[in-house]
């Protein structure tokens, strides 16, 4: 795509011998051929790792007047993932494409191409048989780190002598952690890429904001279910947070704001019922609001943050088997990200469905769990079998057939439009912000989006606590008429669970 050793081959590279090989510098000639010159405007000097083009490929817009820097090994290291059909193999192909767009009419891409924003963009080649001869740091760097096969390695030297022959800040833009400690060891400022990632006081905290109200609103808030009061007081609030109304000690009704800037009473059944099923009944105050969101037809985005054995995904399901039996909905489908926690297993064999069995098994059991009627009839062996069911069929996979539960992998959404379902997706803190992206705009009319996980559990290489899908589209669409989140922080699984979760 770009041919760099034009430059080097028209650049003239003296014969060095002896004493003299190892402590001569590159001629400025080779400097400029190389890409290590100080830019021609004020600013920064950022050399982008690989992992920052694939996560985001519109980061290249993103440093507003600064010079931004690509080692020739970013390049052939986002080669390697061209022809994925995965969304990084789309990212490396969209990078590719706005490369050759900035570089098209490029003399030198070494030199340094303007771009809209006031910045430059260059290549930098790291020839190691001539630039370690030329620096000291290189050499160190070497025995620190012999490995110069390593794309890393090449990467950090590549930026160690961009850092000895400029003067401008250079700073190296990494997602990878350990990459990232490999730079500070050797001297070399670093920063994480953290254009999406989410501000820490942007993440909340785990407990309901109370509001303080005196008696008499509380008790006209109760009568009515409505309660108009300054908006001194609610300019805290953002449309549809729930809050809790507080006069006095063990004197509080939850309550949500809505779209007029009133606080209205939750609107939650004693519990949600599934013909042929389990009914759920909500056990505390998160799961009434959870819920509440769940079953608000003005509401087509719901956010849940909660730690292991909340119910994040059981109350979400049976909400959404509560709206499809009530003819709400056309059909319930429920999908999540295929990322492994620790070492995978190898390839899976069978079909599509057999191949995804394994990821999606926990939703097959919350929905076993809640279409499985009680039936206390002593041990298991005993049990009666519910009309219809047969020794080898569960009591989903009617609707399964006729199309009314999808579960599906995540990794098929591209290109799909979904009207009027109640799509749940599991397991969202494992998505990118541009994979969250993809599946909001999934949806059509009629349809609610229901994103479900746990912050704290992340298994995907390149996201964390602050940069996730989940939290990204949580703080990307708070303040919407059409959106409503809800952290759950109590677990109901069991006193095991909780304590687990909790403690360890």
């Given at each position: 795509m770009i041919d760099a050793s034009s430059d080097l081959q028209s650049s003239e590279k003296p014969v060095l011998t002896g004493v003299e090989r190892s402590e001569s510098n590159l001629s400025p000639m080779q400097l400029e051929s190389f890409g290590f010159m100080n830019p021609s405007t004020p600013g920064k000097l950022y050399v982008l790792d690989t992992n920052v083009l694939l996560h985001e490929p519109?980061?290249?817009?993103?440093?507003?007047?600064?010079?931004?820097?690509l080692?020739?090994?970013?390049?052939?290291?986002?080669?390697?993932?061209?022809?994925?059909?995965?969304?990084?193999?789309?990212?490396a192909r969209k990078v590719h494409r706005r490369l050759t767009a900035i570089f098209e009419n490029a003399s030198g891409l070494t030199a340094g191409v303007p771009t809209q924003s006031g910045g430059t963009i260059?290549?930098?080649?790291?020839?190691?048989?001539?630039?370690?001869?030329s620096s000291q740091?290189?050499?160190?760097?070497?025995?620190?780190?012999?490995?110069?096969?390593?794309?890393?390695?090449?990467?950090l030297a590549c930026t160690l002598l961009l850092q000895k022959h400029v003067d401008p800040p250079v700073v190296l833009v990494t997602k990878d952690l350990n990459m990232q400690l490999k730079a500070r060891a050797v001297?070399?400022?670093?920063?994480?890429?953290?254009?999406?990632?989410?501000k820490p006081q942007e993440l909340g905290s785990h407990e309901m904001l109370r509001l303080l109200v005196d008696q008499n609103e509380l008790q006209r808030f109760a009568s009515s279910g409505e309660l108009e009061i300054d908006q001194e007081r609610l300019s805290a609030l953002h449309v549809n947070q729930y809050v809790l109304l507080e006069a006095g000690e063990k004197q509080t009704i939850p309550a949500r704001l809505n779209g007029e800037g009133k606080?209205?009473?939750?609107?939650?059944?004693?519990?949600?019922?599934i013909p042929d099923g389990n009914h759920l009944k909500p056990l505390n105050l998160g799961q009434k609001c959870f819920i509440d969101a769940l079953l608000n037809p003005e509401i087509s985005l719901v956010t849940c943050f909660g730690q292991a054995g909340t119910g994040k995904t059981l109350v979400a399901m049976a909400a959404g088997l509560h709206g499809v039996f009530a003819r709400d909905y056309n059909g319930l489908t429920v999908s999540r990200p295929v990322v492994a926690m620790g070492d995978q297993m190898g390839y899976l064999p069978g079909s599509l469905e057999e191949k995804m069995r394994p990821w999606l098994q926990?939703?097959?059991?919350?929905?076993?769990?809640?279409?499985?009627?009680?039936?206390?009839?002593?041990?298991?062996?005993?049990?009666?079998?519910?009309v219809g069911e047969t020794a080898h069929q569960k009591p989903y996979e009617d609707l399964l057939n006729q199309g009314l539960i999808e579960v599906e992998a995540l990794a098929y959404i591209r290109g799909r439009s979904i009207p009027n379902r109640f799509f749940i997706l599991d397991e969202a803190q494992q998505l990118t912000p541009k994979e969250a992206k993809t599946v909001v705009t999934r949806m059509s009319q009629g349809s609610k989006l229901v994103m479900v996980g746990d912050p704290a559990q992340i298994d995907h290489p390149y996201v964390d606590s602050r940069s996730n899908g989940l939290v990204y589209t949580r703080q990307k669409m708070k303040g919407q008429?059409?959106?409503?989140?809800?952290?759950?922080?109590?677990?109901?699984?069991?006193?095991?669970?909780?304590?687990g979760a909790r403690l360890m």
């Open positions: 519109d980061c290249l817009s993103r440093f507003q007047d600064n010079h931004l820097c080692p020739a090994d970013v390049l052939s290291e986002l080669d390697r993932f061209k022809n994925e059909q995965s969304e990084r193999g789309a990212n260059r290549l930098l080649i790291y020839d190691p048989m001539m630039c370690e001869r740091e290189l050499r160190r760097f070497h025995r620190i780190f012999p490995d110069r096969e390593r794309v890393d390695h090449r990467i001297g070399i400022h670093c920063e994480d890429y953290l254009n999406d990632k989410v606080l209205v009473r939750l609107v939650v059944p004693e519990v949600l019922k926990p939703i097959y059991d919350s929905l076993e769990l809640l279409m499985t009627p009680h039936v206390n009839q002593g041990p298991r062996r005993k049990r009666q079998k519910a008429s059409f959106v409503a989140h809800v952290t759950l922080s109590r677990g109901e699984r069991s006193d095991l669970a909780e304590a």
